[in-house]
């Protein structure tokens, strides 16, 4: 059976078009044009699905974004709006919420069961004992409404824009055009968000003249240079107008975010027709007198055969003229106006087949239109500060005022006639414009290094808008009997009562003790009906009552918009390509990616022990210092001393935060008189950055350092193993003989050719090593020198593994390894290096305090009894046969050079000892015990190796 | 999202810049006592109305710089560069 009617003037189809579609597995031909819903409604399907709680079949209320019947699941997409998208060849669409089939629906029971999901059920059933829990919910999670998702759908490109218009306008109906046109006309960028895929509102599916007045403005707002955006949701206003933007129909993307600055924002999101609360309400075949307009109008649907039309205002009576234009048959016109009321609907399962008049006069029919009236949606109103206020004469709730640069007009503030409409969007629109001038004005003035701001400051324009009339309205929100507030999350006026008889008799706690308005329509059709009931429980005004804020987002949004690309950036050295070419293993360590090994860590380990190995560790932090007062800067932030480091020295140092807790370490060398180099842990690059700079900029602004990080414009490379010497040699003049350059030292000079180089003489791998610096231009071809001219000494790469193995075997601990975010300085157990002595450095006091408590864990380095097992790293270190944690492994590793598996451990200080014996609880459960170890070094405790 | 006029490059987002907190003088390591260095590491007034709070325009020019809050209604006023003026500390307001 086929609703469509012959095609219309006003209707938005190409019925040239024709797109094939199943519902519910079922072939069907729309239009392009339709959305889901109308072209299913023409087909003659009007039941979409059932309803969340009590699974009672419903038919589309609305016809528009807000309809809270017709969610439907499209192919892998769950949760789609039928009556907003646009239907698409090939689309899979199926109803939600139905087992098996929408048709026999088993959970349908709950409507005889209903007494148990009364209001607040959320918080009552189902939640004792505690113990039978898995099974609530697991018959709870069967129950949980919305479509399938399928976990192997891509992601979805998505994307967001920043954009900095003048004005913004919020809503696309006749007085937002008009708005949108005044202030692009006065000069301003205006950005035009509509909801709907077209602009013009009400006017769309109104008169011709109507239809033509609404083209005629959007050619004006073309003209005027106004950006409208349609499928756009305008979703939340921020401080300083900080405007928030869904955009649907960007080309190539799921979902767009605007990120709006807007000097003024101009609110016109018009009204929204509120359904009449009455048993039977949600029968499919009940629906509001915007939705039958809608579907003749636009998508050339008709709506039922035989209306029963309950009318209040002009859009109820536009609403009869467009059904007999349609052919069909009303059966009676119950004239709100003159007193009349409906008292309740019934019907089959599917379809509303009588209306109950309050004389008892039972009609027949199979459609049933109310209009009763406008909710104002003041939601972005409501963001910027405003708190409406109800208009019992006019039956609605009307803005009370916001921040001068947020406007609101059209529908949201009065009413009138189309020109009266036009005339106050046009004002507000002037208005908006020069309050723009004036902010645009004020941001450049407020602009050190921009063009200094020469011209006196614009005058701010009055608000000189004449208001527009509030037209007087019946108040109709609920018949004498209950029935439906919320349809989304299916509360009703009953559980209302219920729960204001329970004590939740304040709107704000109502709507989240029972849920009411929290839905997808975000309250859009359910706020005020929500407060009428309540006052009604009250025995009071809705005045008295007030009304919820409403709160971002104005409607829902998708979390990939939010989320945006996915542009993580990745950081790699200029050597990376030879290590990819080298069958290099990656690691992911921050940003950067490194090769973990060249396919054998350990045997890196020995080649490195051995003979010599080179590492890529460009990703060292390195920080630039230079100015006389560099060696102040150095012992205000290390905690040892600086002062006294001759040029050519290294030294190595920790930081501490404020708190005493250890922040970062490293070596600096001193290159020159008034000139240092300074290297931080990898990951804290970017941090001890930032630490220096805030700690010379606010607390020391007159020492004189310029600090530049330096990280990637030089590439470092770490030549180590008893062979070091020798390779190095061979590439460069600097004289490496040990009394000239000894451990700990540094040089600088030409290698493999470059100028400029550094290197300096330190251990972190516990061999004799020399780390270069090379400007980053030269990196990957003085590693490949390194490569070819130590072949006839075993040269060979190694990997990060291999240097975390050795360092371990050294004993060296690593910042946010061994150390975590309450681990003070003395945890290191490398008391020489805390100065007390000194007159300030960050985190002194609580260092010292720390070190005269005593009372603080220690790194200690420890080795299993049984060599062959490994500890994994974190397992709980317990005191002997109790479950008391006293410690735990912060590092493990078996050690190629001893063959034996070998920690470093935070311990109690009571069990820190050399000899000591460990009991740690492994994660599978067993305990097995270790023994602290004299040295932190497990391999050359007295570094020969390393000072040769 | 709060519009931060840093001094230096003009009213920006507030996540281009970080945010530090409550402006609070450092005391003396050498001399302070734990109650008195604890307060400056821990404890804020966070009161209602005018804050003097430190700001970094981390993804512009990188100053450190101070600026007063009303913490009830957004509104930022007096912003300071250190060095540039005598700096505003904890209590006082311009």
Known sequence: MSNRLPAGEGEVLDRTQALSFTWNGKKLVGFEGDTIASAIMANGHHVFGRSMKYHRPRGGLTFDFWDPNTTVQVDNEPNVRASHRKLKAGMQVSAQNVWPSLKYDIKAANGLVGRFLTAGFYYKTFMKPAALWPKYEHILAKFAPGGEVDLDTPHGRYDKRYAHPDVVVAGGGPAGLSAAIAAAEAGSSVMLVEHEHHVGGHLLWGSEADRARATDLVAAAAAAGVEILTNSTVTGRYEDNWIAISQRNHPGVVERLIKARAKTLVVAAGTIERPYVFKGNDLPGVMTSGAVRRLINLYGVKPGTQAVVLSANESGDAAIDDLRRAGVSIARVVDALTGERIVAANGSKTRVKEVILDDGAKIKCDLLVTAVGWTTPTSLLNMAGDRPVYDANAARFFPAGAPDNVLATGGMVGDGSIEDLLEHGRATGELAAGRAVVVAHRLQAATARATAVVSPEPNYPADERTPLDRWPHPELFRASTHGIVDYSEDVSSKDLYSAAAEGFDSVELLKRFTTATMGPSQGKLETVNTVAVLAQARGESIADVGTTVWRPPYAPISLGALAGRINEPKRVSVIQPWHEANDATPILAGQWVRPDHYGDAAAEVRNTRENVGIIDVTPLGKLDLQGPDVSKLLSLLYTNKWMQLPIGGVRYGIMCAEDGVVLDDGVTARLGEDHYLMTTTSSGAGTIWNWIEMWLQTERPDWQVHVMPVTTGLTSINIAGPKSRELLSRLTEIDLDPKAFPYMNVRQGTIAGVDDCVTWRIGFTGELSYEIHVPSGHGLATWERLLAEGKDLGVKPFGLEAQRIMRLEKGHFIVGQDTDGLSKAPVTGLDPLLKLDKDDWAGLPEVKWTLESGDHPIIVACQPDDGSIVPEEAAQILRAGTSEIVGRITSSRMSPTLDRSICLAQVAKEFAAAGTSLEVLLVDGHRITATVMEHHAHFDPEGERLRG | ?94
């Open chain 2, 1 to 94: 999202m709060l519009l931060v006029p840093c001094p230096n490059c003009g009213p920006r987002n507030a996540g281009d810049l970080s945010y530090n907190g409550e402006s609070h003088a450092r005391p003396d390591p050498k001399t302070c006592t734990p109650e008195e260095w604890r307060t400056y590491l821990y404890l804020r007034d966070n009161p209602s109305g005018w804050l003097v709070e430190n700001w970094y325009c981390s993804s512009g020019c990188r100053k450190h710089f101070k600026i007063e809050r009303h913490t009830l209604t957004g509104e930022l006023r007096s912003a300071i560069l250190p060095g540039s003026k005598p700096g505003l500390t904890k209590g006082e307001t311009k």
